[in-house]
């Protein structure tokens, strides 16, 4: 099934290589949207419900960790799986967002294996291996 992808980072070279990364992997994708913070993210959410939401965690405006609470939160977006894509390399860190809510986790930089490995750890059956 091909899939409908989500990407937030407040970093246009970040979206385009993640969505780079996504199409390399032979993932097969329906539509991949970029948002550019939390904010943003929510918006396009409700305009369309993706499949997953992949997102960075420092972004102006609203954070990733605000993104998942809200998603968490919102009976309406709580089945969306979100991965978290970011430099943070912590274990409380990553402990904090998938206690919030998070079902992966990928540091950059990362290889696009993992990226894969942890989309169908959480997406399963939806993708088309």
Avoid: H, W
């Avoid at 070279?13 to 993932?27: A, C, I, K, P, T």
């Avoid at 993104?67 to 860190?93: H, K, M, N, Q, Y």
């Amino acid at each position: 099934m091909p899939l409908s992808v989500l990407i937030v980072d407040d970093s246009p070279l970040m979206r385009r290589f993640v969505e780079r990364v996504l199409r390399m992997s032979g993932l097969e994708l329906a539509e991949c949207r970029e948002a550019t913070d939390g904010l943003d993210a929510l918006a396009k959410i409700r305009e369309s419900v993706p499949d997953i939401v992949l997102t960075d965690i420092n972004m102006p405006t609203m954070d990733g960790e605000s993104l998942i609470r809200c998603i968490a939160e919102d009976g309406d977006l709580r089945s969306i799986p979100v991965i978290v894509i970011s430099t943070d390399r912590t274990e409380f860190r990553k402990s904090r967002l998938m206690e919030l809510g998070a079902k992966g986790y990928v540091a950059k930089p990362f290889n696009p294996e993992i990226l894969r490995a942890q989309l169908e750890r959480v997406l399963g059956s939806l993708i088309d291996v």
